[in-house]
């Protein structure tokens, strides 16, 4: 399985950005997705997930109403849209699919909140 992102930059504080991840190589519609984010000397912390349904979704208490993760199986591709966001939100975003036990990850885009 292969997962490229793409969406992230440099945005100011209040801001937005939408990331998205094309994801190939394994039956999309049935894996849970889910965005990570990892900062320099931290571990990568869970953002949000969406499962294979797409009706059920979790956020990090940090992004809770800020943040909204949805998917579309059609085009087989995750979303993280990203409103007013912090300079703590700065990080790099990895999209993360969970496939029958299996784990995929993409490269990862970097997001800089600063003015």
């Known amino acids: 399985g292969q997962l490229v992102e793409s969406g992230g930059g440099l945005v100011q504080p209040g801001g937005s950005l939408r990331l998205s991840c094309a994801a190939s190589?394994?039956?999309?519609?049935?894996?849970?997705m889910s965005w990570y984010r990892q900062t320099p000397g931290k571990e990568r912390e869970l953002v949000a997930t969406?499962?294979?349904?797409?009706?059920?979704?979790n956020y990090a208490d940090s992004v809770k109403g800020r943040f909204t993760i949805s998917r579309d199986n059609a085009m087989n591709t995750v979303h993280l849209q990203m409103n007013s966001l912090k300079p703590e939100d700065t990080a790099v975003y990895y999209c993360q699919a969970l496939w029958w036990g299996r784990i995929y990850w993409g490269q990862g885009t970097q997001v800089t909140v600063s003015s």
């Open positions: 969406i499962l294979s349904a797409g009706a059920n979704t």
């Open positions: 190589g394994f039956f999309f519609s049935s894996a849970d």
